[in-house]
């Protein structure tokens, strides 16, 4: 057993010890290594004592694992660590609707009491997410003067079906996806199109 093979065992040796005994995960919280500290956020007493970690990985570990740590990390300064307390907490979510970046509150259409706040948000990407989420809401907004919308849109069969012909290839490119519709677009006049209909008949669909 080479010197390499030895120092990988300790590691997963190390790994494991902290995932079933807390004691030892306590102690190694202020481990140089980000991955290690994350490890250790397995038990809530660490992670409480890891909410303000300098490394946005743990913190989003805190967040996504408990929700004592979320409720003191969901105005982080990072918009990954706020986008986990709102992708695991609707109460949260309710508090970063009005988020200022585009990414939380597209991840905060995913609540359906939520999702009516947003359809009108000025971000393509929100409203694309709104339409993504519910299949009520894409019908309504199946005619945006926006593609990324209409995109959302299609990830819905039955709508994608009014799509194919869209003036904007990402749009058919997101209905190309269904094996249905894919036999139909075969000679799409962008080949961007044509490879993900390829793709899609030669392997599998939605």
């Known amino acids: 057993m080479n010197e390499k093979t030895v120092e990988v065992s300790d ?10 005994d807390k004691i030892f995960a306590l102690n190694q919280i202020r481990h140089t290594d980000p991955l290690i500290r994350a490890l250790c956020t397995t038990w ?4 409480l004592q890891l909410v303000h970690d300098p490394d946005t990985f743990v913190r989003m570990e805190c967040a996504g694992k408990w929700q004592a740590c979320a409720e003191l990390l969901f105005d982080d300064g990072d918009p990954v660590v706020r ?3 709102a992708e695991n907490y609707e109460h949260l979510a309710a508090k970063l609707i009005n988020d200022r970046d585009e990414n939380v509150r597209a991840t905060c259409s995913k609540w359906e009491t939520l999702v009516a706040e947003l359809i009108h948000d000025s971000s393509p990407l929100v409203r694309r ?3 993504e989420s519910f299949h009520h809401l894409a019908e309504l907004m199946i005619n945006s003067s926006d593609w990324e919308v209409r995109a959302g849109c299609a990830i819905w069969e039955d709508l994608a079906v009014k799509l194919i012909d869209d003036v904007s290839w990402e749009v058919r490119a997101i209905c190309a996806h269904h094996k249905k519709l894919a036999s139909q677009m075969k000679d ?4 961007r199109v044509r490879v993900v209909v390829d793709s899609c008949l030669n392997e599998t669909s939605f």
């Open 11 to 20: 590691q997963q040796d190390e790994s494991q010890k902290i995932i079933t």
């Open 44 to 47: 809530e007493e660490c992670a």
């Open 83 to 85: 986008k986990v307390c």
């Open 129 to 131: 997410s709104c339409a």
């Open 188 to 191: 799409d006049s962008d080949w």
